[in-house]
């Protein structure tokens, strides 16, 4: 079974910061990986998703995130945090039969 | 790209009633579709999985009398929360898939479902 734990509900950094965001996967299988953003009463918007191509995947709006093995992790990035990138960030896995499981997500504040 | 259309956005409806979502596939056909629900401050949690042309198959805990899924065509599938109480008040997301090399998953805007 596959699922997907998000460390840290709540995380703020100041505008301009390195933005992290941490998701660990479980998976007997190889993963795809999926970050989604969800801003305030609005559905979801994929950032980026990784499906067993580049371990380094970039997405949009300047994020980022690397698939690693060896530590089942599939962390978010982002260089430079704006103050637009305040949201609800999730985590999610796919399984076989195309059914996400989401992390719990991790509400980013930007700090100006 | 692939387009998912949820309708209606935002619904408020009184106990005991019932209410139905609308979820289309804009661009292409869509044999299945997933249907998710959000509580406040909580994250996604996936309830059925609508197939077209079957009867849908429930997660675990979730009542298939009381959330009533029909997915009649390759285009639409819809969610009916029956004898609506408080407790159902929820966020509902649909999504979809399009089977591309680059394995599209597309979501709906969300209905906000408020029940007084």
């Known amino acids: 079974a596959q699922s997907v734990t998000q460390l840290g509900s709540h995380v703020s950094v100041s505008e301009g910061a390195l933005v992290l965001l941490r998701c660990n996967y479980s998976?007997?299988?190889?993963?795809?990986l999926f970050w989604y953003v969800q801003y305030p009463n609005q559905g979801l918007q994929l950032l980026l998703k990784y499906t067993s191509a580049a371990t380094l995947v970039k997405g949009i709006n300047g994020f980022e995130a690397e698939f690693k093995k060896s530590e089942t992790s599939f962390h978010l990035t982002k260089p430079s945090a704006h103050m637009s990138d305040a949201a609800e960030y999730f985590c999610?896995?796919?399984?076989?039969?195309?059914?996400?499981?989401f992390g719990t997500g991790t509400s980013l504040t930007v700090i100006p | 790209g692939a387009v998912v259309s949820q309708h209606p956005s935002r619904v408020i409806c009184k106990s005991g009633t019932s209410v139905k979502i609308e979820c289309r596939s804009l661009?292409?056909?869509?044999?299945?579709m997933f249907w998710y629900r959000q509580f406040p401050k909580q994250s996604l949690m996936l309830m059925a999985t609508s197939n077209e042309g079957s009867k849908a198959t429930y997660e675990q805990g979730v009542e298939k009398d009381k959330f009533l899924i029909n997915h009649a065509s390759l285009t639409l599938s819809t969610l009916t929360v029956t004898s609506a109480h408080p407790e159902d008040s929820s966020f509902y997301i649909c999504?979809?898939?399009?089977?591309?090399?680059?394995?599209?998953?597309?979501f709906g805007s969300g209905t906000r479902l408020t029940v007084v």
């Open positions: 999610a896995v796919i399984n076989t039969g195309n059914q996400f499981y």
């Open positions: 661009d292409f056909q869509a044999t299945t």
């Open positions: 998976s007997s299988v190889p993963p795809y």
């Open positions: 999504s979809a898939t399009l089977f591309t090399p680059n394995y599209g998953y597309t």
